[in-house]
C-alpha cells in the first residue's frame, strides 16, 4: 500500500488503517480514497493500473496542484495542458501505476458551448 507516497507527495492525510488490515482511508481537503495492497485488491480481481478523475474548479487550482506535487517528488506523466475536448488538465502517477488525471472542465466558461 502506499499510503506513505500519498502523504508524502500528494498531501493526503491517513484516516484510518493500514498495511495491517489491507485497506487504508486518506483523504485531502473534501476528497477521499480508499487505498487497497495487493492482496486485498486479489480477491475482489482489482488490479492497477486504475485512472482516478480529479476534477478541479479552476485552471488555479490545476496548476497549484501541479505545482505542489511537482516540488514535493510527485511521479509527473504531463504537464497541464489546454486540451482539444475542452478539459485542461494534467496526469500523475502513484508507485503501483494508477494514473490521477487532474483536470478543469473550461468548456462552461465559453458561453454558447
Known amino acids: 500500500m502506499a499510503v506513505a507516497y500519498y502523504e508524502r507527495c500528494l498531501g493526503f492525510t491517513l484516516d484510518w488503517g493500514g498495511e495491517d488490515g489491507g485497506i487504508a482511508g ?3 481537503g473534501e476528497c477521499r480514497l480508499f487505498l487497497t495492497n495487493s492482496e486485498f485488491r486479489t480477491s475482489f480481481g482489482n488490479a492497477p493500473p ?3 478523475w480529479f476534477n478541479l474548479d479552476g485552471r488555479g487550482q490545476v496548476d497549484d496542484l501541479f505545482a505542489t506535487w511537482n516540488a514535493s517528488g510527485a511521479r509527473i506523466v504531463s504537464r497541464p495542458e489546454s ?9 500523475a ?18 458561453p454558447g458551448e
Open 93 to 110: 502517477a502513484d508507485l503501483d501505476g494508477n494514473l490521477m488525471r487532474v483536470f478543469y472542465d473550461f468548456s462552461t466558461d465559453q
Open 50 to 52: 486504475m485512472l482516478i
Open 83 to 91: 486540451k482539444p475536448w475542452k478539459l485542461y488538465e494534467f496526469t
Open 26 to 28: 486518506i483523504s485531502k
